[in-house]
T-cell receptor, first 113, second 118 residues
Framework: AQSVSQHNHHVILSEAASLELGCNYSYGGTVNLFWYVQYPGQHLQLLLKYFSGDPLVKGIKGFEAEFIKSKFSFNLRKPSVQWSDTAEYFCAVNAPWANNLFFGTGTRLTVIP | GAVVSQHPSRVICKSGTSVKIECRSLDFQATTMFWYRQFPKQSLMLMATSNEGSKATYEQGVEKDKFLINHASLTLSTLTVTSAHPEDSSFYIC??????????????FGPGTRLLVL
């Protein structure tokens, strides 16, 4: 079965600091990869996704993620965070055409003004 | 993007009663919807896949007689927690794919329903 690991449970940064959130998955085949964000009191929203092609994916709000197949990783990055980026971030993986989307446990990001 | 709503957002019920949660796709038709459950400080776990006009597909370990799913129209799926017990207290989230976008993979999530069984 697939599994997704997010090693950072809670990250605290000051505004303008750079961000990198780790995501590793265990699955040997082709995968679709997603990052979702959940702002306080709101529902999960899609930040970015990777299906195929360029392994560096750019999403909304200045976020990007890089798929490194050899490392089974899909880390999320942002060069300069803002207070409004305070949220919970979830990495998710599924096999193409499969219904089951496997989620990591999430990383809570707190950005201090 | 596609919008998914859930109702109610929060429900408190007595042990032994049944609770119905609705999931609606507001601006698209969804032949398939998904029901997830999230325990505190844990990840979302898929409970079942709801298929319009046919039976739901349940994940291993999920009791189909306890978690009844009905997907009677292309915009509405319901999850009924029957004879709820305190251990059923959780956060239930639905999602749907929007085939109209051409993207058959991305799931759009509802805001979730917090269930507390006393």
């Amino acid at each position: 079965a697939q599994s997704v690991s997010q090693h950072n449970h809670h990250v605290i940064l000051s505004e303008a600091a750079s961000l990198e959130l780790g995501c590793n998955y265990s699955y040997g085949g082709t995968v679709n990869l997603f990052w979702y964000v959940q702002y306080p009191g709101q529902h999960l929203q899609l930040l970015l996704k990777y299906f195929s092609g360029d392994p560096l994916v750019k999403g909304i709000k200045g976020f990007e993620a890089e798929f490194i197949k050899s490392k089974f990783s899909f880390n999320l990055r942002k060069p300069s965070v803002q207070w409004s980026d305070t949220a919970e971030y979830f990495c998710a993986v599924n096999a193409p055409w499969a219904n089951n989307l496997f989620f990591g446990t999430g990383t809570r990001l707190t950005v201090i003004p | 993007g596609a919008v998914v709503s859930q109702h109610p957002s929060r429900v408190i019920c007595k042990s032994g009663t049944s609770v119905k949660i609705e999931c609606r796709s507001l601006d698209f038709q969804a032949t398939t919807m998904f029901w997830y459950r999230q325990f505190p400080k844990q990840s979302l776990m898929l409970m079942a896949t709801s298929n319009e006009g046919s039976k739901a597909t349940y994940e291993q370990g999920v009791e189909k007689d306890k978690f009844l799913i009905n997907h009677a129209s292309l915009t509405l799926s319901t999850l009924t927690v029957t004879s709820a017990h305190p251990e059923d207290s959780s956060f239930y989230i639905c999602s749907a794919r929007d085939p109209g976008t051409g993207d058959q993979e991305t799931q759009y999530f509802g805001p979730g329903t917090r269930l507390l069984v006393l």
